[in-house]
């Protein structure tokens, strides 16, 4: 089936990750539905007009800019796969165009906030479940790491004694992290507590549940959001915005952008830059605060 040889394909030749994979699969199985259903085609017979309709669909459908963006760089790369292993003679992609998304800044939270969250005395408490809780905001702010990234961390990759943790971001691109001493202490002592639950299975997972299984995204989301409520009014209190308040307060303390973007796994330079516009924020906020001209 080609849609298995092209999943296959990003899996071990673009060595992308599962979770991109799964979303590559659901794009496509979406697009595939539309067209038999709406024109009783196959994949391999669409046409530029097909995926035109598509987009319109979609818009009817109120899906995002993003989100049509998404699906069409999907389709855009399973019709190039197509084209080079000859099941099809022209790509209908080729006179395709994706709508224009407006830039957003990226949502962040200001260090001093999460840092009164952190560290006020009643908000986490000693339980396995709390302390993990309290990792959890600990290493996806004060790492910048992902929520696939540490959902997939193991206890093996952390190095206390050089005071870092190895990170295998996507791509399957491994990286090095350094992480604070607060947070070497935070991490023994939240691994003698897990080692104290006794849980029935050995995993080596970093974090866990309550019964000791391996995390999942729902569970880190929930508790990300359920903490993050109680020092912002933002709706968007994702682990994603903790990655951006790390980059953000490491560009805000003077840190140069090209080791952000080492320390944050980005592939280009330009990912990273979009960081500075919260910066000259930043500076426009102090500016019209503090000069009597402003």
Known sequence: ????????????????????????KTDLLGFEKYIKA???????????????SYMVFLIEDNSSESTINRKISTLRSFYKFLLREEKISNNPM????????PKRLPAFIETEKINH?????????????????????EMLFGAGIRL???????????DFFGGTIKVLGKRNKERIIPI????????????QLKKLQKFNNNLFNLIVTNT???AYPKLIYRIVSSYLKLVSTSDKRSPHVLRHSYATSL?????????????????????TQVYTHNSIERLKTIYKQAHPKA
């Open 1 to 24: 089936m080609l849609l298995n040889s092209f999943l296959t394909y990003l899996q071990h030749e673009k060595r992308y990750s599962q979770h991109t994979v799964t979303s590559y």
């Open 38 to 52: 709406t024109y009783e085609i196959l994949l391999t017979e669409a046409k530029a007009t097909h995926i035109r």
């Open 94 to 101: 080729q006179i395709i165009k994706a709508p224009k998304i």
């Open 117 to 137: 969250l952190l560290d006020t005395d009643g908000v986490f408490n000693d339980s396995f479940g709390s302390t993990r809780d309290h990792l959890v905001i």
């Open 148 to 158: 696939s990234e540490l959902i997939q961390l193991k206890e093996t990759d952390i």
């Open 180 to 191: 604070n001493k607060q947070l070497i202490n935070q991490l023994n002592s939240y691994l």
């Open 212 to 214: 000791g299984s391996k």
């Open 251 to 271: 560009l805000n303390a003077g840190a140069d952008l090209n080791a952000i973007k080492e320390l944050l796994g980005h592939a280009s330079l330009a990912a």
